[in-house]
C-alpha cells in the first residue's frame, strides 16, 4: 500500500498540447478511462488554465 494513488494514463488526454498538461492520478488506469471519457476530456482541456486541481472520488466524505 505504499503507492494507493499513481499517475496512470488517461486515453482522452493524452491528444493535448499544452506547456501545462492535465495530470491525472488513479488507482487504476481503468478507472480513470472510464470517469474521463471524450466529453469530459474536451471539457477539462478547454478549461484546464481555470483548474487547481479536480478531485472525484467515491468515497463517502461528509457526515450523515
Given amino acids: ?7 496512470v ?4 488526454l493524452q491528444a493535448q498540447k499544452s506547456k501545462d498538461p492535465l495530470v491525472t492520478l488513479a ?3 481503468e478507472v480513470a478511462n472510464q ?6 476530456a474536451e471539457v477539462l482541456l478547454s478549461n484546464g488554465d ?15
Avoid: A, G, P, W
Fill in 50 to 64: 481555470c483548474l487547481i486541481d479536480l478531485h472525484i472520488t467515491d468515497q463517502q466524505v461528509y457526515n450523515k
Fill in 9 to 12: 494514463r488517461t486515453e482522452s
Fill in 27 to 29: 488507482e487504476s488506469d
Fill in 35 to 40: 470517469l474521463i471519457d471524450k466529453n469530459i
Fill in 1 to 7: 500500500m505504499n503507492q494507493f494513488v499513481t499517475q
